[in-house]
Structure formats: structure tokens, C-alpha cells
């Protein structure tokens, strides 16, 4: 299994998250390429960064939103959208060049992630890079990539709440977020071993996944990367890229 982290969301002098110490426990490190957060030299430390500890590298790509942390939907032509994120995709890779990696898959961010109407451009700039994409499994997103033969791999997220249907609870809703310790551990295990997933309403949804996601800027979030790694431990699931 792989544990995932998004990161490298600092921009110029402001920071988000430990970064650093979250790659000495994640897997797969999904790198903000600058329109969201993040910026040139954050992007190329986080790539310095991976490299050094073995962390696979993926291209968090958003829409270009740093006002909002790419978490507003923003009306875009498809094709500009589907360039933004080539761009986005080329940036990092250069980046990650330098310092010895590359970039093996796409994550969307934030609005993008959940955003219909824009599917087609995610998927036309994974066909472009010749990146798989990493998203929900299920979703509209995986639906079209594997409709169009772009590779797909699934994820769960260990510190968000799901509705009923499968999709996340927004964020500004009570209890989207979760950060208790012993409930983020139990849901990524649940996911894990058993490859299901309890919604807000107690609906048990069937939730098969390559990789558990664990936000950067989420409160105590290295904490809470270390006991789902050592939960996994000892559950004897190997910790590794899903993506090696």
C-alpha cells in the first residue's frame, strides 16, 4: 500500500505544513506546481526532498487560484484548462530533473479534483504528459481517464469524511475534517484491509484503493502519517509507492 501526502503548498515566505517531515514517512508526494501554492523554489526543494528519501513524485496541479488555494470552482475554456495543466505537469518535471527524479502521475487539487464539468481537460493533459492520474475510485474522473486508456489508481483519504454517495463532505461543513488520531488510523485501515469506507450516515460504501491520502495541511498531520505507518506495520501491509 502506498501513503500519500499533498505538499510543497508554501508560497515565497509563507509555509504550510512540515514538508521535510512528512517525506520521511509518505510514500508518494504530490508536489503543488504553482498555480494553487507553491512556487519554484518550494517545488524544486520538495523534488530534493523526495529524491533523497525515495519518495515517488506526482504533479498536484490545480486551477490557477493561489487567492484560494485552488479550492474555488473557476469557469475555464477546456483547452486553456487542458494547456494550464501541460504547463503545470512540464514545470515540475523540470524541476524534478535537476534534482535526479521525475514526475510519475497527476493529482488533481481541490476544486479541480471534484470538478465535472473540467474532466475532459484533466484527461487530455494525462494523455498529452503520458502521466497516469492518481483519483477516487469510481468517480467521474476515474470513469473518463480509464475510458480514454489513461492509467488510473485509486485513493482514500484517511482524514476527510465521505457522504453516502462516495464523494467527500465539503470543507466547509462540520466534520469534513477529522483529526483524531485513533479514527484517522481505523478508517485507513478499514480501507486498507477490508477496502471499505464508513460514510457520515454509517452507509458502508465498497472503497478499493491503491494509496491512502493524508493532506499536508491538515492539523497534526505528521503525527497522523506516523501512526497510519505504523499501523500498517503492524498489520503487515508493506509501505510502498504505488508507483515505484
Known amino acids: 500500500m502506498d501513503l500519500n501526502a499533498d505538499l510543497g503548498e508554501g508560497f515565497g515566505r509563507w509555509e504550510l505544513g512540515d514538508d521535510e517531515a512528512l517525506l ?17 523554489s518550494t517545488m524544486r526543494r520538495s523534488c530534493e526532498l523526495a529524491a533523497r528519501q525515495g519518495v515517488t513524485v ?5 486551477y490557477r487560484d493561489l487567492a484560494g488555494f485552488g479550492r474555488r470552482f473557476i469557469e475555464y475554456d477546456l483547452s486553456q484548462l487542458r494547456d494550464e495543466i501541460i504547463y503545470q505537469v512540464g514545470a515540475l518535471q523540470a524541476l524534478a530533473a535537476v534534482e535526479g527524479t521525475r514526475v510519475r502521475y497527476i493529482k488533481p487539487h481541490g476544486a479541480l479534483y471534484h470538478a465535472t464539468a473540467h474532466i475532459d481537460a484533466i484527461v487530455d493533459a494525462a494523455l498529452a504528459t503520458g502521466l497516469p492520474v492518481l483519483c477516487a475510485p469510481g468517480s467521474p474522473l476515474a470513469t473518463a481517464a480509464g ?3 489513461v492509467p488510473v489508481y485509486a485513493e482514500g483519504f484517511a482524514d476527510r469524511a465521505y457522504r453516502a454517495d462516495g464523494t467527500l463532505l465539503p470543507r466547509s461543513k462540520a466534520g469534513a475534517i477529522i483529526t483524531d488520531q485513533e479514527e484517522v488510523v481505523a478508517r485507513a485501515l478499514l480501507m486498507v484491509v477490508d477496502q471499505r469506507v464508513i460514510a457520515l450516515d454509517g452507509t458502508v460504501l465498497p472503497h478499493a484503493v491503491d494509496s491512502i491520502c493524508l493532506h499536508g495541511d491538515t492539523p497534526g498531520a505528521v503525527v497522523l502519517a506516523r501512526a497510519i505507518r505504523e499501523a500498517l506495520h503492524h498489520a503487515e501491509v508493506p509501505l510502498t509507492p504505488f508507483l515505484p
Open 147 to 149: 475510458d480514454a486508456v
Open 58 to 62: 506526482g504533479a498536484q496541479v490545480g
Open 24 to 40: 520521511d514517512v509518505v510514500t508518494s508526494a504530490n508536489v503543488a506546481c504553482g498555480f494553487h501554492a507553491g512556487d519554484a
